[in-house]
């Protein structure tokens, strides 16, 4: 990691926003009078924010990373906070202070709560990443994946007794499976149509009732989370909305319950599996793995690139927001994508703007379809890319078939489309995108539709062929990332 | 179905195995129906039950189908958006218009506190953008498009910027369609280059962009455009004709005037008085002579006694003593308001339409200045002095205007004195016939000696940025409230008009007002604070405007 010295640029702060609306915010708040013992000094920039409450808000970012931390509330990442401090100190071409003698001047100590916070990541980050275990993942499949810091070493502290509670779990989850297997073959036994859109009334008879109606759903979703298998009922949860999604719902209903049939007999059958495709399996059931895990083990693929950032996209997940940041290898082409998980008190650590261009390690998680990544060390700091080279629709789709493949759950596969050229649906009509040569489009995904992303798609298009960063699925093509040629984050 | 991925059809001769699934329409039939109704079309293996076969059967169709999915035709493509050679925003300005167009929902709704007020600046800025050749940045132009849907004043302003791109990208979307209307622009209207068009949307078009298309036309060809209204005339609706002859009064000329006499017969009054005030605003007009005739002989000037030697000439008005017929097709209206004498309203229409110039020479070569002087003789002044206000409005008469309108910084003269009980004046309106700076510099001295009170509406006709003087006096004024102890949002008005107004330049030395000053004698508790954070709020939004100038010039990062 190089050091920070020089003061950012404003396009730089503001690219780590997690949407307009913060954007929006964190300038309203650089303008505004509300800071007090703001500082800069060591490649960290602090201040005091007064909230429109009265409260007061201590924000601190180490620039080496970057990371933050503030003592707001916010589930944005960064937080307004942040960004209206960083465009504060922020410069403009020439290096000179935004606002000479009010923003946060160079050169100063940390107070002693951000010197705190700072000290304690430093020396987190000092330590080579790989450490045996991790600091605290959930249930929820979180991990605490700093920018190549791995959290501090845990071992277990009776590994026998760790082995009985990993057995244990598998056992769980195993009784769940054979539950659920029971519940799907029940279903399909009295017929798809007792789940139907019409089967809610008759699905509140009672617990014995093997239709599919939304409230049985709801009580097999909760007894696969006793069971301790996430992955499975959030997939048990899925077919509740189903049989409201419209015409054709047996068509999905049915796919849906077949995969998770196909998943159930994975997980029963794991030992039998050859071992990426039962590490698929486990994930897709729930079993968490640590990012330090990842990156220790000796099995894992890590591979050094040159790895261009596609897309940058938060969602909620429950109480947490979920980051998702896709990138390919410039060398190898690979796909690769970075998760993580933020909540009120744990801030998401990693922010790559699209159109980045990283000289790290990525260490792939194991699978059959390796595409999740934990970061590695990275080699250089950050800089911008080209716009990436892409394929046709034949291809998109041929690349998803294949990696189907390998995972048959994968609702999608990443691709970077190159010239095709958006056509707006008409009244009630889908939107595509066409091939170059005019003949063939690929749907965009309906969930996308009535949304400002397909609108902007367009504008930039303005019936020209573009390049489209999206995920190509059984459901269209949802499209994240245009080039116009900088890289523009299509509205969620 | 065309607007999903099209499986490829499953091959149903070659089946390789006993496990190998039916048709995907077999198999969701068999689903729908129930292992227990019907026997699904696949292959159990032992000790399985049909509901699990069937399951299997299904994970591989599934599998298959989704593996398996081709291209969909394509529909037809837009034709692509014309090109816009005008350069694109500076980095800076671009994300600015991203950050003003992100704000543009209404906020938290909760008390402003010190932060700059960035739905007020997004007009500011497009007004500063337009005029210097941008193009907008295409990704931005769905936002700026809603911009522009909700709010009808940022329209011309918005569709200049957006241009081509934004009106092609509007033809593809519903919501849109107001930016094809040709109401914020001339952009979708047809040009001197295409008759055939103009007469056909004159003919056909809706009835806003019939008055679009007439505006547009009128200004660059008067003639042209009264050409167009007048095949028309005789078969539009009266509330049409009206409306068409209204919007004549921008680009009004000498050449109109035959057309607009003929409208003094139209059979709707409404049309008949608007022709007349037309008429009336055209100082070399027949109708212009005819009132004057009327009302010069009602207004002389009277000699001083010999023998008074302090008494001045005196102004004697003879109001009308009836009002026939050749007046009512002038456009008199012959029933006054209740509450005023017949005669009083009748002088006053004949004075209001007869041209200003015509005054010095009945009264003995005066000046306006000195004719606004004289004294009046019995309860007149007040009738004569409005109808001659409305009249220099009408006529756009600068020195009548600034002779009526006084020297404002003279304490002496009371704002009562400038609009007295029961006039109907208005000072705002007669203001804005004054050159910028002029009425600029009357509006300050108002402030000066009279405070903000009255000054809402005359600083908002004052050109933006306010001039030097101008904002040191609406400062000057805000720091005396403050001091008086009353709280800032008895002023909000005025702020608000300050945040957009004000020249940027004036920041450094608001600066110093925005400490937290001890509470005077008697003030509203905590009003200190808020006085504080409102000029903070003042300060801050003058530094955004000046950045975003500054962005657009690119002279900014």
Redesign the interface.
Known sequence: MSPHGERW???RV?ALAPD??S???G???A????WSGTGAGGGAVWGMCEG?DGTRYGTVVDLDGPAFQCSCPSRKFPCKHTLGLLLRWA???AGEPA?PGDGPAAGGQPPPWAAGWLATRRERADRPPGGAGAGGPGADGSEADGAGAAAPSRAPADPEAARRRAARRMQRIAAGATEL?QR???????????AGPAAGAASRTGADDPGGGRGSWEETAARMVDAQAPGLASRVRELAAIAASGPDW??R???E???L??LNQGFLGIDRLPPPLAATVRARVGLTTDAADVRSDPETVTIRDRWLVLAQRDGAEGPLTTRRIFLRGERTGRMALHRSFGGAHRPLEVSLPPGLLLDADLAYYPGARPLRVALGERYAPAAPGPVPTGCG??AA?AA???A??DD?WLDAWPVVLADV?P???GAG??W?L??AD??????LD?RCLGR?AL??L???S???PVTVFGEC????FLPLTVW?PAP?SLSP | M????TPSPTPSTAIPTAAAPGA?PD??SA???????RTPPVAVRDGQ????A???A??V???R?????????????????PADPRPPLP??AR?RL??????R?PG?G??R????D?TELLPQWLAAADGRGYRAP??L???LLDAARSRTDLRPTALALAGP?GL??AR??DDWRFALRGIGGPLSLPGADAPEAVRRLWEEGLFAERVALLTSLRRRDPRAGLALLAATWATERAEDRLMFLDSLGEALTPSDEPFLEQALSDRSRNVRTTAAELLSALPGSALAARMAERSLVCVRLARPAPGDATATEVLVVDPPGACDAGMQRDGVAPQPPSGRGERAWWLGQLVEATPLDRWPGRLGGRSPAELVALPVAGDWRTELHDAWCRAAVRQRHADWARALLGAPGNPGQAAAELAPAGSSRDLTKLLTVLPDDERAGWVSEFIAVHGLADAFRMLGVCAVPWSEPLGRAVVDALDIARDAGSYPWSFSGVMGLAERCLDPAAADRLQML?AVTDEPEGASPGSGGYWSEAF??L???L??RAAMHAELAGE??
């Open positions: 640029t404003r396009d503001l307009e609306a954007r929006a915010a300038g309203r708040l303008a505004a009078g509300r429109g410069g403009d071409e606002r297997e799907l073959e029940d279903l399909l036994h009295s017929g798809l149509a007792a047996p068509s209903l049915l796919e319950c077949a995969l049939h196909l629709i034949d789709l998803y078939g294949h189907l493949r048959p050229t056509i707006p649906g009509g889908g595509q066409a091939d005019g003949e063939s489009a690929l749907p309906p400002p609108w902007q367009a504008a930039i303005g019936g020209a699925g059984h459901r269209g116009d523009v | 065309p607007t999903t991925p995907w198999l969701v689903a729908l129906l129930g292992a227990e109704r039950t049909p509901a699990a069937l399951l299997d299904a994970a169709g599934t599998v189908r989704r593996s398996a999915l081709r291209p969909a035709p394509a529909a037809e493509r837009p034709a692509p958006a980095p800076a994300r991203a950050l003003l167009l992100a704000d929902a938290s909760s008390r506190g010190t932060d700059p960035l295409e990704a132009l769905p936002a791109r092609w990208l593809l979307n925005t903070q709020r300060v801050g939004t530094r955004l900014a990062p």
